[in-house]
């Protein structure tokens, strides 16, 4: 498997760990935007921009579900289908929400990667940048988040 690539670098490490120790095939780790922060498992910044966008718009979905049916927001998700499961959790760092998808086949579990997720999401605020702290984040221009996130994961689109 390849290792991931990052838009943020602080990202890296743990999102290479995760990778490895739960065994995923692919992921990407982004805000609830949509901007990607991080991925790895996809070759083409199509296939990112798609899980970015069904990502965010499942969360919202989600949330808000959660919030009718139990009073509160569902946070994380499993699907199992018949031979990959996805998961979909909220993580955060500092004060910055974060959203990871990622998709396993048989040589993980659900409870594996839960393990392993809870130790990414304490790495993740052990190392969160000033920055994330200080409020610099995603901007509300989806569009344009995306893109230049696209762009550092993946170079720029149609420039060569």
Known sequence: MSDPTVAEAWVAA???RLKDDARL?????????????????????ADVMSICALTSAIN?????????????????????????RV????????????LFVGVFDRE???????????????ALERLH??????????SGDFEGELNRSLD???GPIGKH
């Open 14 to 16: 743990p999102l290479t």
């Open 25 to 45: 095939i692919s992921g990407v780790l982004l805000y609830p935007s949509g901007r990607a922060v991080g991925q790895f498992g996809f070759s083409n910044a």
């Open 60 to 84: 919202a979905s989600a949330r808000e579900l959660g919030r009718q049916l139990d009073g509160k927001p569902f946070y994380e998700m499993h699907h199992a289908g018949a031979e990959r």
């Open 87 to 98: 998961f979909m959790a909220r993580a955060s760092a500092g004060a910055q929400e974060l």
């Open 108 to 122: 993980s579990s659900f409870g594996v990667v839960e393990i392993y997720f809870a130790e990414f999401q304490k």
């Open 129 to 138: 940048p000033e920055k994330q702290a200080a409020g610099v984040g995603p």
């Open 152 to 154: 550092a994961l993946f």
